[in-house]
Structure formats: C-alpha cells, structure tokens
C-alpha cells in the first residue's frame, strides 16, 4: 500500500482558492493512479478527480469541472488539487487516495490506499 497524508486545507470565503497537497510513500507511487474524493457531514463519500500515473489523462466531477484542477509530480510523490471559484457547497473532508491500477478511476473501490482527509469549509 501508500501512505498518503494531505495538507492545505482550511477555511475561506465563497470565490476564493485553496491548493491541496497529497504526500505518498511506500508502494510505488509513480506506477499508480490517484484520486481525490470528498464527503460532506451526513453524505456519502464522492469522487471529485482522478489523474493517471503519468499524469497523461484527468477526469473531474461535474460539480467541479472547470473549477478545479489534479497535478502530480512524481519526482516528489505528491499530487495536489488547485481549487478555485469556491463555493459553500464544495465544504467537505478531502481525501487522497492511490488507486491499484495506473490509470485514472471514479470508481472508489478502485482505490487500496487512503488518507487521513482534510477539512475544506467555504464560507458564503
């Protein structure tokens, strides 16, 4: 598996931006997908983007297309997620995940290896 742990998280106003960072260590980061997936107080976890191993090919949710943006540099094992144009609804607990296949996926059971998540609250 990976260890992953996030950072940047944090509180700001609707419209504003925030850049999550995902650390890994472990199994191989550079052979695996990866994914950012969130869950809001009293909903079901989701999938908000996925980046293939090489960092080739995306995919967003709907809900954040345009608005958001996955990168990674495996020369450092991290993965980030650039959020702009915030808005109340996109409050959640954001976890990064490794997926066991090398290629993107919005599929959660596609992904062995979780982080700890970190809170993002957008105030309107």
């Known amino acids: 598996q990976v260890q992953l742990v996030e950072s940047g998280g944090g509180l700001v106003q609707a419209g504003g931006s925030l850049r999550l960072s995902c650390a890994a260590s472990g199994r191989t980061f550079s052979s695996s997908g990866m994914g950012w997936f969130r869950q809001a107080p009293g909903k079901e976890r989701e999938f908000v983007a996925a980046i293939s191993w090489s960092g080739a090919s995306s995919h967003y949710a709907d809900s954040v297309k345009g608005r958001f943006t996955i990168s990674r540099v495996n020369a450092k094992n991290a993965v980030y997620l650039q959020m702009n144009s915030l808005r109340p609804e996109d409050t959640a607990v954001y976890y990064c995940?490794?997926?066991?296949?090398?290629?993107?996926?919005?599929?959660?059971?596609?992904?062995?290896?979780w982080g700890q998540g970190t809170q993002v609250t957008v105030s309107s």
């Open positions: 995940a490794a997926s066991v296949y090398s290629g993107g996926s919005r599929n959660s059971r596609d992904f062995d290896s």
